[in-house]
């Protein structure tokens, strides 16, 4: 079992009202999963996917990854959880434009206190498996913005997480760049690696072994 | 990890150039002049800090009871320091020491030098090195003397100096002396120095007055034993004092006078000698000010505080633009202590580029600056391991503040609030709250730079009495008798016709360029009263060449005959002695009987931060003159100038003519208001400079943020003028709310300075106005600038990024 979410609710109180953003969620994910999110735009979707990746939090219920207690433990100690073992792609990519590709790609292995050889190895790795050693030293500017996300992937794969979570991962590229992506995200799923994305689309939902859906916060 | 920080850190300064270079602008001209005035202030504090017992040893004073108030004398008469050593227990060491010009002759040249006659103890209790003699005994018999390496050099060049024997001017006779010792160079932070040194009992005072308790003319400094305390000490004194100067604590008590809380009316006290240089007696007791350098150290500090406040404010700004990366980050792990620290990384590089551009500009600033301010610090007064310490460590902090505030928050931020660009606080308030710090003391020191300049203006412009435009005062230095001089002076001129009188006085006006000042007072009984008076030595002409009018009766006249028992007084004099008619006074001393012969108008015979106080003019050959006075026509004053220059090399050809205006004279008294407004202007200057640049920043900032509603409004139909007013009109108001804090503080401080000046300037609210508007103006030119330009872009254009 990789993560299990037990009656999580999260609201904001706005005019002395309660809006519920989540309510109710529960879902477990195994290890080697590729689920998709699904839903129309403010039901949650992305609230959700952030609950997961620790970078938001919830209100009101349990939620255990790799059996911590999320909901209980510190901020450094979760910052560790995730740092060690999610890696997040953005839809706008997020990719730090003071930094070239090759750059950017380092960034989570230096909070990963990694030795330098070790980053160099590893940096020219990734770069090797995505095909890109010809553009690390351009900065992201530079870029398409498929290459701009296969930038983003690789630097969320970097460091070997356990669990990618993808928010819209194709939702500023072209269809082409687009099923490209996708299939990327297959591959990875065959090799191992748990994918939870966020879509759309029902061709790219398409891509996963199972979709949850979500309507105002409320899993359908 | 720190490499990837200086990376990110030097792409980000090159993106933002024009805050960049603000800041690097703004923090390196601060640190620059702070590190100057530092410089100036720890000169000034360290003043007589070099002497190794400067917390033991002590300067005497006595406070004496006058039915006036207390006063305070700090010189003594000559049998003091033996008899208060034999009789009085506790003393381990006591010397006394008299600063005079002396006239030194070596081979037929004629050397006018600083000395410094003293008790041999002296070198016991201060620490002037002695480099060839005897360490103990640089003076070990009456007859020797020592002589400052410079000064030996001077007079010998490089031969032999100890051993020579040189002549000392004493009176009308020389006196010859052997050089027994040379003495290191004193230092420039010394508020005693010398060329030469000698015994005191070979001062031509010393016999005639070794028995006289009431002649005073030097400081007595002494180092207690062991165990004695002040007050012990303080106590012990009381019938010493008691006994010896009876006969004026009689007179005290004849005259109303009220004893202290101990009964006494004559008290002696020691003041530390490490505050000597900071003391004054003015009011009756001794206050230590150490204000003036403290005040420089606050200017070096608020100019730094406004730099800091700049930089502030540009990073929480340029924060903005810098969540995506925040928020990217934390995704990928980093927590808050790194982020915190990577912020204040680059904090830290911009504040060390900025120091080490700062000691460069000081470098490169310190000859100027030394002569504007007037100083003889150098920057080797900051090398000192307490202060270079305390400056790390204060640039730490000041880092960890301006660079580590803005890094906290910034850290803080939850990271998906931070990816969405969203960021929420209330960091305008802050923002304001800093602006309008900034404002107050730029006010404050503007509106101190006004008035001071005012206040320095009205001293100068003065009427003080007499003619200080058209008169040359010149110390008569030589070695000819002065009255002779003065005669010599006024024939070698007579023919000059731009030469309108020639006279000669024992004391100068103002300042002159020999730099010597000095007071003579007498007092004597009148009708059962005790009055005291300044006394003044003139030759005759000496009313005629100062334009000084007489009220009533006659000056000083040749055909009058003898007129040594006539004198001439002012009007506070007159006042003093309380009669109808002042000229029918007669007063009588000793054998001598003196009559009034004529009361003058009170002119500023001392220093024009002070009372006019009672004036007695003799006219008395005995009595040696120290200046002659020359009054020119107004034509030509700089050719009459060289022609009195002329004059004196034909008199007194060995001496160096040092005559001056007394215009000039006056400035130079104070030159210590001068420095202060030098000092305060560059502060206002700089500190109005530092905050435009702020304000310069931030409505860049605000501009580009509200780019889109400039648009808006202007495609609705707001016209260029309402929308630079809508623009500027935040910020001139933040300006005025400082305005209203600063005004009364600028009055409190400046009225409270002002209180020290008998003669000054009232404080309108005027001075007060003019700085509020001229920063007012000032804010709005800087902020007008960007906005007017924002205002007019065509709208279309900031629209179409939508």
Redesign the interface.
Same mark, same amino acid.
């Given at each position: 079992m990789l993560l299990q979410l037990h009656n999580i609710f999260k609201w904001v109180n706005s005019g002395g009202q309660r809006i519920f953003l989540l309510k109710d969620i529960n879902f477990e994910v195994r290890e080697g999963e590729f689920i998709s999110i699904m839903g129309p735009s403010g039901s949650g979707k992305s609230t959700l996917l952030n609950v997961i990746g620790m970078l938001d939090g919830f209100d009101e219920g349990e939620y255990q990854f790799l059996d911590e207690p999320v909901h209980s433990i510190k901020e450094k100690h979760r910052a560790n959880l995730y740092k060690e073992y999610i890696g997040f792609v953005f839809q706008s990519y997020h990719l730090l434009d003071e930094l070239t590709v090759k750059e950017n790609l380092e960034m989570p292995l230096l909070y990963k206190k990694y030795k330098g050889a070790e980053r160099k190895a590893m940096v020219a790795d990734m770069l090797d498996r995505f095909n890109i050693v010809g553009k690390k030293d351009l900065f992201p500017a530079q870029l398409s913005g498929g290459q701009q996300q296969l930038v983003g992937i690789a630097r969320a794969l970097i460091s070997n997480p356990k669990l990618i979570l993808a928010d819209e991962p194709t939702g500023n590229l072209n269809s082409k760049q687009g099923e490209e992506i996708m299939q990327l995200f297959k591959q990875l799923n065959d090799e191992g690696v748990t994918i939870i994305q966020v879509t759309h689309s029902e061709k790219n939902a398409a891509y996963g072994s199972r979709i949850i859906n979500l309507l105002d916060g409320r899993m359908i | 990890?720190f490499k *990837?920080y200086l990376?990110?850190a030097w792409? *980000?300064l090159l993106?933002n150039k024009v805050f960049t270079t603000a800041n690097l602008i703004g923090l390196s001209t601060a640190f620059a002049i702070a590190i100057l005035l530092g410089m100036t202030a720890m000169f000034d504090l360290s003043f007589d800090q070099f002497h190794k017992k400067k917390d033991t040893v002590y300067q005497l004073y006595l406070s004496n009871q006058t039915p006036k108030g207390t006063t305070i004398s700090v010189v003594n008469p000559i049998p003091l320091a033996p008899a208060l050593k034999e009789e009085v227990p506790g003393i381990k060491h006591i010397a006394r020491s008299l600063s005079q010009d002396a006239l030194i002759t070596y081979q037929n040249k004629d050397f006018d030098l600083d000395a410094e006659y003293v008790d041999n103890d002296f070198f016991t209790l201060f620490s002037y090195p002695v480099i060839i003699g005897n360490t103990q005994e640089p003076i070990p018999n009456k007859n020797s003397i020592a002589l400052s390496e410079s000064t030996a050099k001077k007079i010998f060049g490089d031969g032999n100096a100890i051993g020579e024997t040189i002549f000392l001017q004493q009176g009308r006779e020389q006196v010859p002396f052997t050089v027994a010792s040379i003495l290191k160079d004193t230092p420039v932070n010394t508020s005693v120095d010398f060329d030469i040194v000698i015994p005191f009992e070979s001062h031509r005072e010393y016999l005639p007055n070794i028995d006289i308790w009431d002649s005073y003319n030097h400081l007595v400094y002494l180092e207690l034993e062991e165990g004695v305390s002040l007050s012990q000490f303080e106590k012990n004194t009381r019938s010493f004092t008691n006994q010896h100067y009876e006969n004026q604590i009689e007179s005290m008590v004849r005259d109303g006078a009220l004893p202290d809380t101990n009964g006494q009316y004559k008290q002696f006290h020691l003041l530390p000698y490490s505050d000597v240089a900071f003391v004054s007696y003015a009011t009756g007791i001794a206050i230590v000010n150490r204000t003036f350098p403290y005040l420089i150290l606050g200017i070096a500090l608020l100019i730094i505080f406004i730099a800091c406040a700049n930089f502030i404010n540009m990073n929480i700004a340029l924060g903005e633009k810098r969540l995506?990366?925040i928020?990217?980050?934390?995704?990928?792990?980093?927590?808050?202590r790194?982020l915190f620290g990577q912020f204040w990384l680059e904090s830290i590089l911009i504040f060390v580029v900025s120091i080490v551009l700062g000691l460069i500009a000081a470098h490169l600033l310190l000859d100027p600056f030394k002569t504007l301010f007037n100083t003889q610090a150098t920057l080797s007064n900051l090398s000192k391991p307490v202060i270079l310490v305390g400056f790390f460590l204060s640039l730490l902090l000041i880092t960890l503040i301006a660079g580590g505030y803005p890094a906290l928050i910034l850290s803080k931020l *939850?990271?998906?609030r931070a990816?969405k660009g969203k960021w929420e606080m209330g960091k305008n308030r802050l923002r304001n709250g800093l602006i309008v710090l900034q404002f107050v003391i730029a006010i404050v020191l503007i509106s101190g730079t006004i008035v001071l300049h005012g206040q320095i203006q009205y001293m100068r412009n003065k009427d003080l009495g007499y003619n200080k435009e058209q008169v040359v005062s010149i110390p008569l230095n030589g070695k000819m008798d002065s009255y002779r001089v003065v005669q010599l002076l006024r024939e070698e001129l007579k023919n000059n016709p731009n030469i309108l009188s020639v006279s000669g006085a024992d004391n100068n006006l103002g300042r002159g360029r020999d730099g010597s000042l000095s007071t003579s007072k007498w007092r004597f009984d009148y009708k059962e009263r005790s009055i005291g008076t300044n006394v003044l030595t003139v030759d005759h002409d000496y009313l005629k060449t100062l334009d000084i009018p007489l009220v009533s009766g006659r000056s000083f006249s040749k055909e009058y005959g003898a007129d040594s028992l006539s004198i001439v007084i002012n009007e506070t004099m007159a006042k003093e002695l309380n009669e109808k008619d002042p000229l029918s006074v007669k007063i009588q001393e000793d054998e001598a009987t003196y009559t009034i012969i004529g009361v003058l108008k009170d002119y500023h015979f001392q220093n024009i931060n002070r009372e006019i106080e009672p004036l007695t003019l003799f006219m008395n050959t005995d009595w040696d003159l120290y200046y002659a006075y020359v009054k020119v026509s107004p034509a030509a004053i700089a050719k009459s100038y060289d022609a009195i220059n002329a004059a004196w090399g034909k008199v007194e050809p060995q001496a160096e003519f040092l005559g001056s205006f007394l215009d000039e004279n006056v400035d130079r008294t104070f030159r210590r208001e001068k420095t202060m407004a030098t000092i305060i202007t560059s502060g206002s200057v700089l500190g109005i400079l530092l905050s435009c640049i702020g304000l310069f920043a931030m409505s860049m900032l605000v501009v580009t943020q509200r780019t889109k509603e400039i648009g808006v409004r202007k495609v609705i139909g707001a016209s260029v003028s309402s929308i630079t007013l809508l623009l500027t009109k935040d910020f001139l108001k933040l300006v005025g709310f400082a305005f209203l804090i600063a005004a009364p503080l600028a009055w409190y401080f400046l009225n409270n300075w002002l209180e020290s000046y008998p003669f000054r300037i009232t404080l309108s609210p005027l001075y007060f106005a003019m700085a509020g508007f001229l920063a007012m103006l000032i804010a709005f030119l800087t902020v007008g600038a960007r906005t007017i330009r924002a205002a007019s872009a065509n709208p279309v254009k900031s629209l179409r990024t939508e």
């Open positions: - | 990890m *990837n990376k990110i792409r *980000n993106k995506k990366e928020g990217m980050r934390k995704t990928l792990g980093a927590v808050k790194q *939850n990271a998906i990816l």
